[in-house]
């Protein structure tokens, strides 16, 4: 309830560092739903969908928060940087939140991989 009440802050008072995209809103869910998450990083998520290589910004929730900030290696300019649908941007957050939990708890395992737990 309250994230849906920080939306219509948002929305209300121009809060969002990024314009609405139907299409980005659509390719992003596209490549949520049929591509592989490679990378969940401190900033981004890397999904490969098809030929792309698609890195997502996934921090300054909600404000800058769901656009394509790299394809395929290559900066994405501010001005064609959009943000999908809060529903969308929910569903990549917990997306992204499960992969990095996944991502910090290998790294930590690593961490000790030749020292046993006492």
């Not at 990083?41 to 790299?70: M, P, Q």
Request: aromatic share 14%; glycine share 6%.
């Amino acid at each position: 309830m309250s994230e849906a009440l920080s939306h219509i802050g948002n929305t209300i008072f121009g809060m969002y560092q990024r314009p609405f995209s139907d299409d980005w809103d659509k390719r992003l869910n596209e490549a949520m739903t049929h591509g592989a998450v490679i990378k969940a990083g401190k900033c981004t998520l890397e999904i490969i969908h098809g030929e792309d290589l698609l890195s997502i910004w996934v921090a300054n929730r909600w404000y800058a928060f769901g656009h394509l900030y790299y394809s395929n290696g290559k900066y994405v300019e501010t001005e064609i940087q959009f943000r999908p649908r809060f529903k969308t941007m929910q569903r990549l957050w917990a997306l992204y939140q499960k992969e990095r939990s996944a991502h910090l708890e290998s790294e930590y395992t690593n961490l000790f991989n030749d020292t046993p737990a006492h």
